[in-house]
């Protein structure tokens, strides 16, 4: 492999291949018509090629790929920051259920307070205290 594929190709692996063939819903879900696991160009490579390749049709491919690319980030910037909020109000939140817990223990204890021992009433055996 010349340099450039090193750097700028991949090959997929079987679990890649397998979870990508899983995207698709296709009559012959087994093969997909690939016998071997495909080469995916990195997002540098894409930009690459397009400057290589010159024709009308690699143009516009390249144009789509490198808004593919620019897009799938701008996703996973999104949701990086949605799970760095989450992950933020989840250490707020870690002491609330125990905080929770003892005001809720403190209001039963407020709306059922302790009775006072209350004097018995009735007969007494020989013996038994008040």
């Not at 920051?81 to 125990?98: A, F, M, R, S, V």
């Not at 204890?109 to 055996?125: A, D, S």
Request: a positive charge; charged letters at 25%.
């Amino acid at each position: 492999m010349t340099v450039f594929l090193k750097i700028f190709l991949f090959e997929m692996s079987w679990e890649e291949l397998e979870n990508w063939r899983s995207q698709f819903v296709t009559s012959n879900a087994d093969k997909m018509g690939l016998r071997y696991s495909p080469f995916c160009f990195t997002e540098q490579g894409v930009a690459m090629l397009s400057s290589v390749l010159n024709s009308e049709t690699a143009i516009r491919v390249n144009i789509q790929i490198i808004r593919v690319f620019t897009k799938m980030r701008e996703l996973l910037l999104t949701h990086k920051d949605i799970l760095l909020q989450l992950q933020n109000i989840e250490k707020k939140l870690t002491g609330h259920d125990e905080d929770i817990a003892l005001i809720f223990q403190y209001l039963k204890q407020l709306l059922n307070p302790p009775q006072p021992p209350r004097r018995k009433i009735g007969f007494r055996r020989k013996g038994e205290k008040e």
